[in-house]
């Protein structure tokens, strides 16, 4: 009877223990979640500060005529078509990063955008990638966004464009000595 009783104690300590050690296993199992979970939209602003990457940028740079970080003061709907709306834009140049604008020049583009997009969009400072179209008759220059290009400005993607803005003058210079 003394060996059963002992066995019986055996017993329900090692149970007790198994349920103990799947209760903390949980217990940590969680706090390991919820840390990930909490630490997330600290981990995605982080990454948004370097996207987009150098190559992405001196892309989109070598396709269009103007590159500026600019501070929008007015944007309006000029058009529909379909499911899309033409914005035109107005803003001042803060700082050129490629193309025949100055510091100070109000520039007007025009932005396409799917409808629905809320005039908030547009406010503040960007950085526009932007194509230029001459029209004769008129004898002035339209420009307008290129597609999924237009970002929010950061210090770390000024810097990027100064960098590939350094790298296109140097190539420039290099060539016209060669000719």
Known sequence: MIKM???????FAAKTRKRH???MTRLVMN???????AAGPFLVAAQDDDWPPLNYLKNDYKEV???????ISEASIVGRVGGYEN??????VLEPFKGRLRKGQVIEYFHGA???????????EKIVFLLAEYD??????????????????SDDRAKKLRVIRQSFSKKRASASRKS
């Open 5 to 11: 009783l002992t066995f019986a104690s055996n017993s």
């Open 21 to 23: 050690k799947r209760a």
């Open 31 to 37: 706090l390991c979640f919820l840390c990930v979970f």
């Open 65 to 71: 005529a103007v590159v500026a970080h600019v501070r």
């Open 87 to 92: 914005w035109k834009v107005a803003a001042e």
């Open 114 to 124: 799917e409808a629905g997009l809320k005039r908030e969009y547009f406010d503040g």
């Open 136 to 153: 004769r008759p008129s004898k002035t220059t339209r420009y307008s966004v290129l597609e999924n290009s237009t970002l929010a400005y």
